[in-house]
């Protein structure tokens, strides 16, 4: 973007000087507004439209026809609201095929899927954009920010197989413990109360922190152990109700009493963050 815009308001500013010349030249009045994008270079004008947003290329499509219907334009928004759909990988082979046709499903399906996780998967299913296949699934809900996390947690209790694929696409190398979890939680709702859905949550993505932190110091079943601790500490820390916070000596001692391998530096640097930071599982997106 640094260096597309300079080369774009050079590339304007030059067109709108060969206009003003041309209109001296044949004696018009010079006019001062900006140039109509249809008289730009077709790519000049296809890099201005490609800054719109979906709503904003539909009302440029109805002043500028062929330019808001042009394909690349719309498999550019797909991309950027969904990396992953089943549909990009078989539209090749169907000539009648048109992104800003598939963008417009994909806006209904996640609005369907928002309202009713049954519904919303009989959508994607029916039209494509995902097949029964867990990793398409998980690929398409790792894809996407448009999808309700309370919905979805709703749909992966019923399908632990698709839960599996999505931890494992997660990426969380270099991370400090508790903003790792963040960002899982961020991605993955978590549920209001402990159960065996919290528990399962926690074993995969324990695992998958381990595989991504090999030099961590601590097991998978350390890390589970630590997780429950960071979550009761965030509501112990940041909740209104809770009158009688605990201390960092505490968590201290009571965490690496219960944690093999958890020293008390790495301990005192978990309860610093939870409490500068603040909750680890936040229902803020």
């Not at 330019?67 to 089943?86: E, F, N, P, R, Y």
């Not at 097949?131 to 019923?158: C, N, P, V, W």
Request: glycine share 4%; charged share 25%; hydrophobic share 40%.
């Amino acid at each position: 973007m640094g260096q597309y815009l300079p080369r774009l308001l050079s590339e304007v500013n030059e067109f709108e000087r060969q206009v003003k010349l041309n209109q001296q030249k044949n004696g018009m009045a010079v006019t001062e507004k900006f140039p109509d994008i249809a008289q730009l270079p077709p790519e000049l004008a296809l890099l201005v439209l490609s800054k719109l947003d979906a709503t904003d290329l539909c009302l440029a499509g109805c002043v500028w026809k062929d330019l808001g219907q042009v394909d690349i334009l719309w498999q550019g928004l797909c991309k950027a609201s969904w990396t992953s759909c089943h549909q990009y990988s078989v539209w090749k082979n169907s000539p009648r095929f048109s992104f800003k046709k598939l963008y417009l499903l994909l806006d209904e399906g996640c609005l369907t899927f928002n309202a009713d996780w049954k519904q919303g998967m009989d959508y994607l299913l029916k039209h494509e954009i995902v097949t029964e296949d867990a990793m398409s699934i998980a690929k398409f809900f790792h894809g996407t920010y448009k999808l309700d996390r309370k919905q979805k947690m709703s749909f992966l209790e019923t399908r632990p197989d698709v839960l599996d694929l999505l931890v494992k696409l997660q990426n969380f190398q270099k991370q400090f413990l508790p903003n790792a979890l963040r960002k899982f939680f961020r991605d993955i709702q978590a549920p209001t109360e402990r159960g065996s859905y919290l528990s399962s949550m926690m074993e995969k993505f324990s695992a998958q922190f381990c595989e991504c932190n090999p030099d961590v110091g601590l097991s998978r079943d350390a890390v589970f152990v630590v997780c429950f601790s960071l979550i009761m500490l965030s509501v112990d820390l940041c909740s209104p109700q809770v009158k009688n916070k605990m201390s960092k000596r505490e968590f201290i001692r009571n965490t690496c009493r219960a944690t093999e391998g958890l020293n008390d530096e790495y301990a005192g640097h978990l309860y610093d963050n939870i409490y500068l930071v603040g909750h680890v599982a936040s229902p803020e997106r």
